[in-house]
């Protein structure tokens, strides 16, 4: 397949652009701008697309590509500082702008044969700008194929060179005709087929993982969310008998949670399957502990202790496991690379990254070219369970960062009915597949309520359910007030110890989507 390269300069859009190929069926990969040349040559990309970003092209030190991505012959799209950084290297004029334009502005089309083809000329369409530089002077060679309400030179092309650039943001979904935009880039201008379908990568995915695994043993954490689940259907498929799959009990999950992974997964796994109780084990080491960050770390180095001790068990006609899985997501890649690159990294991920130095165990990430909604699809190529893939997704350290406090049984019991209760009125509404992510949460507060005519002083659960493409930004789920009023309800009526429940209608960002 044809890949496309999407340079990041740092840009809170970056994902975005590269979601926007994929949609199209395209394969696209994102690398920080100071990707080596030596890389980029043997990536061998059919077009680049340069992101947006913080920085100012006449900044010292402004970030700045490979100059053998001029050499290629390739397409190039820049976009906001994507077009400084062309405008720059083909000896334009580029100054900070009197006012920053952010936001709503509307773009009117001069040219429309290329770029802009299916648009009228003269037609304005709505575009989402975000920049604080404004090109000045256009380099010699290129010319304007759109204007924009404060910027007459909005979008360029230079033909010869088989450069294109625009001022604005095509990714995003306040620019209505952006994918418009987007796919004449790939499909005219580049000449590029959508090829990029999940049988074909699954296809690619079995090859890969046989030429690495050979007859090795491999091994695979599995939770029951749809990463690891899709990861060990992937290893099984490729190198069928030489997986184990472990699944860990924590103590930490959500009710009945352990007896439904077991009954999802050991049908499909087999003997592949191995179930560990450790509850015990995890709660004796949490008990008391407060601290999220103290939580987190307890719990990942139980977890490797008891996965150490299972994964490399001798099993009856197998030797022990020279390979690790792991559910990798392309997301997790992409802010990793970035610690060295522009862009912040916001969190770190709950991938089990100390097991495979502390095991001395190789890698296989057979997903870590796949957005969510991909592993999905993947999953669903595999024949995995519909109920399995339609999960919605649950945390690595699990209820103990939704219980505000101090990690005991009694809290964990109340919140996992509360929680139970939720999901069970969302699945009453029909409205489970419509929301991403939903659970409780039990704050480290109590209230003052009446119930049975008596005073109450007891504890408050909050609810959380959001709407989402990727989990990397989020809005809070509106939903129709009676779920919302039979939920508070149930809670306060059938869990003890509850008198009082809220919902959270933080958007990500300002807010995560865990409370810890």
Not at 85 to 105: K, M, S, T, W
Not at 280 to 286: Q, T
Not at 289 to 298: A, N, S, Y
Not at 349 to 374: A, I, Q, S, T, Y
Request: glycine residues 8%; proline residues 6%; charged residues 25%.
């Amino acid at each position: 397949m044809a890949t496309v390269l999407i340079l990041d300069f740092g840009s809170q859009y970056t994902q975005l652009i590269a979601r926007r190929v994929r949609e199209a069926k395209v394969y696209c990969e994102i690398h920080p701008f100071s990707v080596a040349e030596d890389e980029i040559r043997a990536m061998a990309p059919a077009a680049i697309i340069l992101s947006g970003g913080p920085s100012s092209v006449y900044d010292e030190g402004a970030p700045s590509p490979a100059p053998v991505i001029y050499q290629l012959g390739v397409p190039i799209l820049g976009i906001c500082y994507g077009m400084g950084i062309l405008a720059v290297a083909g000896g334009g004029v580029v100054a900070r702008a009197d006012h920053r334009e952010y936001g709503h502005a509307e773009l009117e089309v001069e040219i429309n044969d290329d770029l802009f083809a299916g648009f009228a000329r003269g037609e304005s369409s709505t575009v989402w700008m975000s920049h604080a530089d404004r090109l000045e002077e256009l380099p010699p060679g290129w010319e304007v194929i759109a204007r924009s309400t404060n910027s007459p030179l909005a979008a360029l092309r230079n033909e010869a060179a088989r450069q294109w650039a625009v001022q604005f943001h095509p990714e995003v979904v306040h620019s209505p005709r952006g994918r418009e935009i987007l796919a004449n880039f790939l499909f005219r201008i580049c000449g590029l087929t959508a090829d990029w379908d999940m049988e074909s990568y699954v296809e690619t995915a079995v090859r890969r993982i046989r030429e690495r695994v050979g007859d090795a043993q491999v091994v695979c954490g599995i939770s029951g969310g749809v990463d690891s689940s899709v990861t060990a259907a992937l290893i099984e498929k490729a190198v069928p008998g030489q997986l184990t799959c472990v699944f860990v009990d924590n103590g930490l999950l959500r009710k009945d949670e352990a007896a439904q992974v077991c009954r999802m997964l050991e049908p499909h796994f087999g003997k592949d399957f191995v179930f560990v109780d450790a509850s015990r084990r995890f709660l004796d080491a949490l008990a008391g502990v407060e601290d999220p960050e103290r939580k987190r770390k307890i719990i990942g180095r139980v977890f490797i202790e008891v996965f150490e001790e299972e994964a490399l068990k001798p099993r009856p006609g197998r030797a022990a496991a020279s390979f690790l899985g792991q559910g990798t997501l392309y997301p997790d890649v992409i802010e990793s690379v970035s610690v060295n690159g522009p862009s912040a990294t916001i969190k770190s991920h709950h991938n089990v990254g100390g097991l495979p130095e502390l095991m001395n165990l190789g890698l296989v990430e057979p997903l870590r070219e796949l957005f969510k909604d991909e592993v999905r699809a993947a999953g669903a190529v595999l024949g995995l369970p519909a109920d399995l893939l339609g999960r919605h997704p649950f945390p690595g350290p699990g209820l103990a960062v939704r219980l505000l406090g101090p990690i005991d049984e009694p809290s964990l019991a109340l919140l996992r009915e509360a929680d139970a209760i939720f999901i069970d009125e969302i699945r009453h509404a029909g409205l489970y597949d419509e929301i991403w992510q939903a659970f409780a949460v039990l704050l480290p507060v109590r209230t003052v309520g009446v119930q049975g005519d008596g005073r109450t002083y007891d504890q408050v659960v909050a609810l959380r359910a959001i709407v989402s493409e990727d989990g990397m930004t989020a809005d809070w789920y509106r939903f129709p007030p009676q779920v919302l009023a039979r939920s508070a309800s149930r809670i306060a009526n059938e869990v003890a110890g509850v008198n009082r429940v809220v919902y959270d209608i933080s958007t990500k960002p300002p807010a995560t989507v865990e409370w810890e």
